[in-house]
């Protein structure tokens, strides 16, 4: 791992806290919309507090520094998830907040690199975000510049062609700079996902596509920790893959109790409730 890049952090805050923040955050633009994809954003903060303050390389002052690890939102509808971890990460002012999904907004409901520092690429076509990464990846190579490529794609994306496509080019050119992070939340639009089109036995897949893969409890911090780590020193020269079984709705119980949990609804008397049960099982 390169040394002497990551910005020295603002406080020691812990990794739990810091997924807790991310959490908040997060909670905190939906309410001002009155909606967003609150789901993703809760099961997946301990991910993005792993990335952005255990592995990533960057420069929150500098969000296109050359040197940077490339973070690639492949879901663009997850966008308030990495909102919430770019304010967390100092890239984005939290006083921005109160903006989220409005007109003129750097952060529309839907990722857009145009308009945010620190999202990579516009994302939301499902199944295209792994291809870009392969195209990432074998640029930087060839610039002898050491960043590494991380792409969090969704289960749902295994079901589209471009992502295995992507898969067998990324191994046939072994590019160990590549790290593709699978949010595997068994949810999609029209049900769960391993009913909609089942990508298992998963682990087996990726490897026989020529991926060093891991499975761990993507809601476990240290679990995460490690499989990042393992990831970035593996020696051997082909690309790595992480799959992440997470809880949609995470740390607020009565909305990972709801039916619905791809889109989950909440009414407008329950933001405030939902903040309060958060922090009172948050790290105290």
Request: net charge negative; charged share 25%; hydrophobic share 40%.
């Amino acid at each position: 791992m390169r040394l002497g890049s990551r910005p020295v952090p603002m406080s020691n805050l812990s990794l739990e806290q810091r997924a807790h923040n991310i959490r908040r955050n997060s909670l905190r633009m939906g309410e001002v919309q009155g909606q967003g994809y609150i789901g993703q954003a809760l099961g997946i903060a301990d991910v993005l507090a792993v990335a952005y303050f255990h592995a990533l390389e960057y420069r929150p002052e500098d969000p296109e520094w050359e040197g940077r690890d490339r973070f690639l939102l492949s879901i663009g509808h997850y966008a308030i998830a990495l909102y919430a971890a770019l304010m967390e990460a100092d890239v984005l002012p939290v006083d921005e907040l109160e903006t989220y999904g409005m007109d003129d907004s750097r952060m529309p409901m839907s990722g857009m690199a145009s308009y945010t520092p620190g999202m990579e690429i516009t994302g939301g076509s499902l199944g295209q975000g792994l291809g870009i990464a392969v195209g990432m990846a074998l640029g930087l190579k060839r610039k002898s510049n050491p960043a590494f490529v991380y792409n969090l794609m969704s289960d749902g994306e295994l079901g589209e062609g471009s992502t295995w496509e992507a898969a067998m080019v990324a191994a046939h050119h072994r590019l160990d700079n590549l790290v593709c992070l699978v949010d595997f939340n068994n949810q999609q639009a029209d049900g769960p996902s391993t009913r909609m089109n089942s990508a298992e036995p998963l682990v087996a897949k990726w490897e026989a596509f020529g991926w060093h893969c891991q499975r761990v409890d993507g809601n476990d911090l240290g679990a995460v920790v490690r499989a990042f780590d393992a990831a970035r020193e593996l020696s051997a020269p082909q690309p790595r893959v992480i799959v992440f079984d997470t809880r949609m709705c995470k740390g607020v119980p009565f909305l990972e109790k709801r039916d619905i949990t791809h889109f989950v609804r909440v009414e407008a008397d329950e933001w405030a409730k939902a903040l309060a049960v958060l922090d009172e099982g948050g790290p105290q």
